[in-house]
């Protein structure tokens, strides 16, 4: 999980980059130097008219867009300038009255085709975001301006309101850990607990092949989330660390930005300790990679693995747009190979969606716990259906939907086992929960897995393995693309042919 990437600069993540604020517009630190240190009266007076000029001209368009917007951070915006842009960001701030809190650098080598600048934008007080927005989208320089929307980790689903008929048993076959607890049903199902023999991902027969590669000699798999428990003795040993990085000296020791950021990234509150005090990212987390066969707690679908933990969200279970791009831009520039995104909902962000397509990762993102047809009623991340993503939905233990998972024969790739999983909890423990959220780390694992078997797959054979690869289940052909359930063992030995129609979807 760990590339070496010399000494990269994450701006938006570092304070340094974070502009001071001019009287009654709140930022981090000192001003980016791009712009002017000082302007004439007149000129300040014209570029007021000419603003003042422009959000009248465009008042009945933000009274449009005010009811679209969703929850968001009042007075921000994130803006995308054109990649033709001559001036600095400041000047565009400063032409509407606002002041840039963070200017975004994205690493070109990693993603690629990323043009322009993306700026996070204070707004003047008394300027709503949908004012800006309008009148944004006159200006020639400015590609888009999206809200800084607020986010929520969705909830775990309630109780079931009906049980599935157990089906014929299979004999199961394949390597097994000391520590594969008969509640995994999702890796080996036996029929547990009125569950379907064979029922499961096929882990047991695919780690008869690999069963993952030591801490810092396989692939980076990012868990975008709540943070992760870095110290559950379950996961420590398969926790990324920094080679760049002097744990506890309050450097910025590989000048990324990011002070001690010895285990991750908080993008959330902007700091070095991605620490999961809510749950949900340290329960992916062991779904992706408990330590396996160590005698104690759970397995993950890989054994042996490097996971890298990146905090978007607050301890409240709530972010916003720029935590979620700094969270991808760190995760990225720091060498992550695969991402895990159990979370999801609310209104579509056009910046979210770019840094996640210009990355040169692969995207695993949870379909929703709402039951709708995501053809129908979308739900982003997932439903922006990007080359580099996989949706994912929900199945239980008799390879039935399960009863809260979204679908979408157009729109959710694939379905893994999502209700009743066990793994890891913050503290040392172990508890169960459901949703897509529980379903989507299968489907990072097993993209894992197939990396330490064969690191030089590019995003579209790993992506086709793991779409051709699902066992196909008959109710759900009419519900998702592949109209099958993940199988990491057929993924890893099936045979690929190049631009798979599955892919680009």
Not at 396 to 407: E, G, I, K, L, T
Request: aromatic share 4%.
């Amino acid at each position: 999980m760990i590339n070496s990437i010399g000494s990269p600069q994450i701006s938006g993540i570092n304070a340094e980059n974070r502009l001071s604020s001019a009287s009654g517009v709140q930022a981090q630190s000192a001003p980016v130097s791009d712009a002017p240190a000082h302007a004439e009266d007149s000129v300040e007076l014209s570029s007021q008219n000419r603003t003042d000029k422009l959000l009248a001209a465009t008042a009945d368009k933000a009274a449009k867009l005010e009811s679209t917007l969703g929850e968001h951070v009042p007075g921000q915006v994130i803006v995308k300038t054109k990649g033709s842009l001559m001036c600095g960001v400041n000047d565009i701030a400063k032409k509407y009255g606002g002041e840039v809190i963070e200017k975004f650098k994205f690493n070109q080598s990693v993603f690629k085709g990323m043009q322009g600048d993306m700026i996070h934008m204070q707004l003047p007080e008394g300027m709503s975001t949908a004012q800006a927005m309008a009148a944004m989208q006159k200006d020639p320089s400015i590609e888009y301006a999206v809200p800084n929307t607020i986010y929520h980790l969705e909830p775990e689903p309630g109780a079931e309101p009906g049980a599935a008929a157990a089906q014929d048993a299979k004999t199961p076959e394949g390597k097994v850990p000391n520590d594969l607890d008969p509640k995994l049903w999702g890796l080996n199902n036996q029929g547990q607990d009125n569950g379907t023999a064979g029922c499961d991902i096929g882990a047991t027969k695919a780690w008869q092949t690999t069963t993952g590669l030591p801490n810092g000699q396989g692939p980076v798999i990012a868990v975008i989330d709540t943070g992760v428990d870095y110290n559950h003795p379950d996961l420590v040993n398969n926790i990324w660390t920094n080679p760049g990085e002097i744990p506890g000296n309050g450097i910025d020791d590989d000048g990324n930005g990011v002070i001690d950021d010895v285990h991750g990234y908080n993008a959330r509150y902007d700091n070095g300790d991605p620490m999961d005090k809510h749950s949900h990212g340290t329960h992916c987390a062991g779904t992706i990679a408990a330590e396996g066969n160590n005698g104690q707690g759970v397995v993950g679908v890989n054994w042996n693995a490097t996971i890298m933990p990146i905090k978007i969200f607050g301890d409240d279970g709530s972010t916003d747009a720029a935590s979620i791009i700094r969270g991808i831009n760190y995760a990225t520039t720091m060498g992550a190979r695969v991402t895990s995104n159990s979370w999801g909902g609310g209104p579509a962000n056009e910046a979210i969606k770019e840094a996640f397509n210009k990355s040169n990762a692969l995207h695993i993102m949870a379909a929703g716990n709402s039951s709708d047809n995501n053809d129908v009623t979308p739900h982003f991340p997932s439903s922006y259906r990007l080359p580099n993503s996989i949706a994912v939905a929900a199945t239980d233990r008799n390879d039935q939907m399960a009863w809260f998972s979204c679908y979408g024969k157009n729109s959710v790739d694939l379905a893994a086992p999502g209700k009743d999983i066990y793994s890891t909890v913050p503290g040392g423990g172990y508890g169960n929960k459901s949703g897509t959220s529980m379903a989507t780390p299968h489907v990072t694992g097993a993209a894992g897995l197939l990396l330490a078997h064969d690191p030089t797959m590019s995003n579209e054979e790993l992506k086709a393995r793991l779409l051709d690869g699902t066992d196909k289940i008959d109710g759900l052909q009419d519900k998702l693309v592949t109209g099958g359930r993940l199988n990491v063992d057929k993924a890893m030995h099936m045979e690929y042919t190049p631009n798979d129609k599955n892919v680009n979807n």
